[in-house]
Nanobody, 117 residues
Framework: QVQLVESGGGLVQPGGSLRLSCAAA????????MGWYRQAPGKQRESVAT???????DYADSVKGRFTISRDNAKNTVYLQMNSLKPEDTAVYYC???????????WGQGTQVTVSS
């Protein structure tokens, strides 16, 4: 059974930092492109950051320079370090595992991030 379990969300003031973690089970983690997505109320889910099996990174323009995605294949975990948080970063953040060539895509349950004073 595939599981992606996110943690690390919470309430933070503007300008603050949070680190999200996503622990994967039931997949050969190193073979998957891992990503973080987010969905704010009334908005579509959007890609925040992705990291390929080879370590190539991609970020949404809105988070470049503030967020950093990383992965630890030994721990089957992907991270999202979020700095200089803004109220517009408020959303539910979802972890994604994608095996493109097989058409396989898994999602975590999401973790709430709220940026507010």
């Amino acid at each position: 059974q595939v599981q992606l379990v996110e943690s690390g969300g919470g309430l933070v003031q503007p300008g603050g930092s949070l680190r999200l973690s996503c622990a994967a089970a039931g997949i050969v983690f190193r073979n998957y492109i891992m990503g973080w997505y987010r969905q704010a109320p009334g908005k579509q889910r959007e890609s925040v950051a992705t990291i390929t099996t080879g370590g190539s990174l991609d970020y949404a323009d809105s988070v470049k320079g503030r967020f950093t995605i990383s992965r630890d294949n030994a721990k089957n975990t992907v991270y999202l370090q979020m700095n200089s948080l803004k109220p517009e970063d408020t959303a539910v953040y979802y972890c994604n595992a994608n095996y493109f060539s097989l058409g396989v895509n898994y999602w975590g349950q999401g973790t709430q991030v709220t940026v507010s004073s």
